[in-house]
């Protein structure tokens, strides 16, 4: 056995187990890596039916290769052999375990499974483009995410609502910040608070008793080209003599139920809320859902980044805490294989921009622009310089407007500091909201809209563009 001066540490737990699972694997064999909630790795080798493609010598030189280099990351079960030891279907072929190489010629493949409490998702990016809810031309959904709170994504996201209605599309905002709701307030206006939110539906959903909810409400504000606008509220009014107990049921939101993850549970509250819109005196499925995400390293985080959006605007400030936050998210990403299909969701968006006579607006984006390149580039490794992965990508330079570390701007404005909402119903239309979202509006929507227009393009559908009255 070799022994080692230092005891390994959890950063050096799996490129040590990936090293050990790919000698195997080059001895022509299929290797299964299992990390336990606690870390710990094994090492599940398909040795066949009968066992007969590893000797007894092959398997004492993996188990001693193993438990010595990953001391007290070693597994109870170190090395099991698929021939000694029966293993479910549930293991051997689960569809979280990510493909680290595939087999090539006598070489086997390597997977691992990575069981987590929480923030597994994080790892597992998907599309959505399968999530139609039964129409021809599903929705388009973009969630606004930033790593620490106090960015300004929520003000964002009901100033970026009310100009995509304005412009003559039906738009949903989901308040998927459950722990800190505050969307629904800045939309509302005029309008009321429907009885049910998104956590009645999944606390009454997970008993399947999820049908007549209220779940969303039409604002207020009433946009201009016919344009709605429909708020998806985290805190419904609840019923009228009844304490709501949001505090309870937040407590069990989170929770898999039999046959249903909570990614599953989350994303079929999303198309519940979209539904729900279609069944109104709309009539209409939304054109677009915003999805506002809670901050940090979260399990909604995770589901709606990972799993429930086509594009995601990342907030932040030019600052350490924003930097390190992305780029242990991004890390994440590029260990298990995931760079490419999430970075071609991810735009930057700067926030509290400055502009003053002693520190210009230009100023700033060329350092958040610079330091959000750095931070990127950890998605960007698998592609030489100035290397074309996509038509639709472009090039990752420093200087590439298109590249999702091109900041968009928000300037900062003390005005927004305290503003109390609920008694500045127009408050959208005061001079320093619309300077300091004027470039955000002017490069977001577009962006969002092309999103969309993408999506009806590559999806077949014999349905108008639009009939409505």
């Avoid at 509302?188 to 399947?208: I, M, P, Q």
């Avoid at 939304?286 to 995400?293: E, G, I, R």
């Amino acid at each position: 056995m070799t022994l080692y001066a230092e005891p390994i540490r959890f950063d050096e737990s799996r490129p040590a187990a990936l090293s050990v699972a790919r000698e195997v694997a080059a001895e022509g064999f299929d290797v299964l890596l299992v990390r336990d909630v606690l870390g710990r790795f094994s090492l599940v080798v398909d040795d066949g039916a009968e066992g007969a493609g590893a000797s007894g010598e092959q398997v004492e030189r993996w188990r001693e290769s193993f438990t010595g280099r990953m001391g007290r990351y070693s597994g109870e079960r170190p090395l099991v052999m698929t021939s000694v030891t029966r293993l479910p279907k549930t293991l051997t072929a689960s569809p979280r375990a990510l493909e680290i190489d595939a087999a090539t010629g006598a070489a086997g493949a390597v997977r691992l499974l990575d069981n987590t409490v929480v923030g597994e998702d994080w790892s597992h990016v998907t599309s959505p483009a399968a999530d139609t809810g039964g129409g021809t031309v599903r929705t388009r959904r973009t969630a606004l995410y930033g790593f620490k709170g106090g960015v300004g994504r929520t003000t964002a996201t009901a100033v970026l609502a009310r100009r995509l209605a304005d412009q003559g599309k039906i738009v949903l905002v989901v308040d998927l910040d459950l722990e800190s709701p505050g969307v629904g307030p800045l939309l509302l206006g005029d309008g009321n608070l429907c009885r049910h939110g998104v956590v009645d539906h999944l606390v009454e959903s997970a008993l399947g008793n999820a049908d007549g909810l209220e779940i969303v409400t039409r604002s207020g504000y009433t946009p201009r080209n016919r344009g709605e606008l429909w708020i998806a509220p985290a805190r419904g009014a609840g019923a009228e003599g009844v304490p709501n107990g949001y505090v309870d049921k937040l407590n069990r939101v989170y929770a898999d139920t039999e046959g249903a993850r909570f990614a599953d549970r989350l994303a079929a509250t999303v198309r519940a809320c979209e539904e729900a819109v279609e069944r109104s005196e709309s009539g209409y499925p939304p054109d677009v859902v915003l999805l506002d995400s809670r901050a940090g390293i979260h399990d909604v985080a995770a589901v709606t980044i990972s799993h429930l959006c086509d594009y995601a605007l990342l907030f932040g400030a030019d600052n350490d805490q924003t930097w390190s936050g992305y780029r242990d998210l991004f890390e994440a990403w590029a260990a298990s294989g995931q760079a490419a299909p999430i970075r071609r969701k991810l735009r930057m968006v700067a926030s509290m921009v400055p502009d003053s006579v002693h520190y210009s607006k230009d100023t700033h984006l060329a350092s958040f622009r610079l330091n959000a390149h750095e931070t990127f580039s950890v998605l960007y490794e698998p592609l030489a310089p100035g290397e074309i992965a996509d038509a639709k990508e472009g090039s990752w330079a420093l200087e590439d407007d298109a590249a999702p570390h091109s900041p968009i701007p928000i300037l900062f404005e003390p005005g927004l500091v305290g503003m109390n909402v609920p008694k500045a119903p127009d408050w959208q239309e005061r001079a320093f909201v619309k300077a300091a979202y004027r470039d955000f509006l002017k490069m977001a929507v577009p962006l969002i809209l092309a999103s969309q227009a993408s999506a009806a393009s590559d999806t077949e559908s014999t349905e108008p563009e639009d009939d409505r009255p």
